[in-house]
């Protein structure tokens, strides 16, 4: 349980708990959920009822469509996949989606432990941009590469469907090889690898990341660059097209959309948590960025 100035992290099995109790996707699910899971899209998604609000997990996640669409919000993006595509929700990240999508494909969900031990390194968590929270989540495959992620999914679903994680000689390899695959295909945000410029834009979102209930100033982060407020202002807008304050301002909201999902606390008390003890102040803000106030917000949320 998270204390009380902590947002609930949720792990795979209390996720699916929460938003799609299903004693026939329980069957499904095997062995220790906060490893690795795999399933077919089509057997987790149909039992969502109602649309998941502003939530974080402990682990990745990672969706391959073969069939259909789906639309998920993570971060302050919103991303659409089709067939042969894939998306990814780093650890930690922000993600909320809603029902009724239609698709096929595969889900699966799984700990950095799966990419150590035997036959990974911590090298891999570093190369694989798409599972950190600045890199970019949708991945394009192309149809060739496509077929060898498709047959390797296959391959994972068959071994956890029939033993679930105890043999991790044999999922962890053909994981990791999948993952490969998938990394061969990944292109960064910018296209190309990075200048010392969108280095500059990806350690800035880290620390946002990581800071934002403290640091709300862009001159506290351009201290932590050992670079001057000017030159972060200039660098994050010519490479994100985004100011510094609007990547902070909209880390902030997604802060306070989460506490309003998962707890009781009332509004002043989550402003405080995220940083503000202005309450009206807090509140413009949050409209500025979501249209509604926080009560209207939370009220959504109730009804939906």
């Known amino acids: 349980m998270a204390g009380k100035n902590e947002i609930t992290v949720y792990d795979a099995k209390a996720f699916t708990s929460k938003f799609m109790p299903s004693k026939e996707l329980e069957a499904l699910l095997k062995g220790d959920l906060r490893k690795f899971l795999v399933t077919r899209l089509e057997d987790m998604y149909r039992h969502v009822k ?7 997990s402990v682990t990745h996640s990672c969706l391959y469509l073969t069939a259909g669409e789906a639309i998920m919000k993570i971060g302050s993006e919103t991303y659409r996949v089709g067939k042969d595509e894939l998306l990814f929700v780093p650890a930690g990240q922000v993600f909320s989606f809603k029902e009724n999508d239609v698709n096929k ?19 891999l968590l570093k190369e694989f941009e798409f599972l950190r929270v600045w890199g970019n989540p949708k991945i394009l495959p192309g149809k060739k590469a496509s077929r ?62 990581s800071n934002i209930r403290t640091r709300h100033l862009v001159t506290d982060y351009a201290a932590m660059l050992n670079i001057s407020p000017n030159h972060l202002n200039k660098t994050v807008k010519a490479v994100t097209e985004r100011s510094p304050t609007k990547w902070i301002d909209e880390a902030i909201v997604l802060e306070a959309k989460v506490l309003l999902n998962q707890s009781n606390f009332p509004i002043s008390e989550v402003a405080i948590q995220v940083g503000f003890e202005d309450q009206s102040y807090f509140t413009r803000l949050f409209r500025k960025y979501e249209g509604i106030t926080p009560s209207e917000f939370r009220k959504m949320i109730e009804m939906s």
């Not at 109602?50 to 974080?56: E, I, M, N, T, Y």
């Not at 889900?107 to 911590?122: I, P």
């Open 50 to 56: 109602k649309a998941v609000p502003a939530s974080r």
């Open 105 to 123: 494909g595969f889900f699966c969900n799984f700990h950095d432990n799966m990419l150590l031990g035997k036959y990974g390194n911590s090298g």
């Open 148 to 209: 060898y992620i498709l047959q390797v999914f296959e391959r994972l679903l068959a071994e956890y469907q029939e033993n679930g994680v105890r043999n991790l000689d044999i999922l962890q390899p053909y994981f990791i090889a999948m993952l490969c695959e998938v990394n061969r295909a990944y292109q960064p945000v910018s296209g190309s690898r990075y200048t010392a410029a969108e280095n500059i834009a990806i350690k800035f979102r880290e620390l946002v990341f």
